[in-house]
């Protein structure tokens, strides 16, 4: 870029300041991060303490308030239909399936805003970094999508190329999914699992994990424009979730910190606890 290229965007941010992104639906959360095309986000936690979950409520926030449409590669929520129902509850607030679902002419209504906003992807055989990239760059082209989905992270190939280490291979693979997202405009949110947890001695209780918790440690981090942490403690209520913001690259998006949410069983929502932070979170 030539100066009188960047120049006329810098006055813009001069004038009006830097594009913030797309609050959450909670408070609490909107004041400590937000969400801008053209980043990624990494989310850990352990198994149960609903990543997944919380990543899908933020989804419906983001078509529902925002606009933005989606491609989704989750291959452990199978089958797609399923899935598909998911968003639907999420959207209505009612189940889309069982005993106490929905009527049909509500049903239709929320599954056509589903349908108009969200593609999966499912490769059949490639499921390496480039393959899919591959594939969401027809979703840019052809759907306009505004962020993409990898959760998990673990279901995809990632046999490193000879030489290389576990570390080293993340760094690279990450990097290029971070050029991808920018390149294109497009928001990348990653679910990985964290490394096996060991308790505390003294309290008996797993800690709050941190983004070096995940397999390939400090890369994460490093890689990671947004980083957050989804936690429940099931020793106060299993409803009660702590989403704990770890790393915020650039401070026009928003700052570190923590907040509650809590969980609604019945329709997979997430609704702000309002208790503002939590002191147990780790430092970031």
């Known amino acids: 870029f030539h100066g009188e290229d960047v120049a006329p965007m810098a006055r813009d941010r001069h004038l009006n300041g830097a594009p913030r992104g797309e609050e959450p639906p909670w408070p609490s959360l909107a004041r400590l991060v937000t969400f801008r095309p053209g980043e990624m986000t990494i989310i850990t936690g352990y198994s149960h303490s609903g990543k997944s979950a919380f990543l899908d409520h933020l989804l419906v926030s983001l078509i529902q308030d925002h606009g933005w449409p989606l ?17 639907v509850t999420l959207l209505a607030g009612r189940a889309a399936e069982g005993s106490y679902k929905m009527g049909q002419e509500e049903y239709e209504r929320h599954a056509a805003t589903v349908s ?102 400090a890369n994460w981090k490093n890689k990671a424009d947004n980083g957050l942490v989804v936690y429940r403690d099931f020793d106060t209520g299993d409803d009660q979730t702590i989403i704990s913001v770890q790393k915020v690259k650039f401070k026009d998006v928003g700052r570190s910190g923590t907040c509650i949410l809590r969980y609604e069983w019945k329709t997979g929502r997430f609704f702000d606890q309002n208790l503002g932070e939590f002191a147990g979170g780790p430092k970031a």
Do not use: C
């Open 71 to 87: 491609g989704v590669y989750s291959p452990e929520n199978y089958p797609v239909e399923a899935h598909f129902n998911t968003f």
């Open 116 to 217: 108009a906003a969200i593609s999966w992807v499912y490769p059949e055989e490639d499921h390496t970094v480039e393959a899919l990239l591959a594939r969401v760059k027809v979703l840019v082209f052809r759907r306009g999508i505004r962020a993409f989905v990898v959760d998990p992270w673990n279901e995809m190939d990632h046999t490193a190329p000879k030489g290389l280490r576990e570390d080293q291979y993340i760094s690279m693979a990450l990097g290029k999914i971070r050029r991808f997202a920018r390149a294109h405009r497009v928001h990348v949110f990653i679910v990985a699992h964290p490394t096996n947890p060991q308790k505390d001695p003294k309290t008996k209780k797993y800690p709050v994990p941190t983004l070096h918790n995940i397999a390939g440690g």
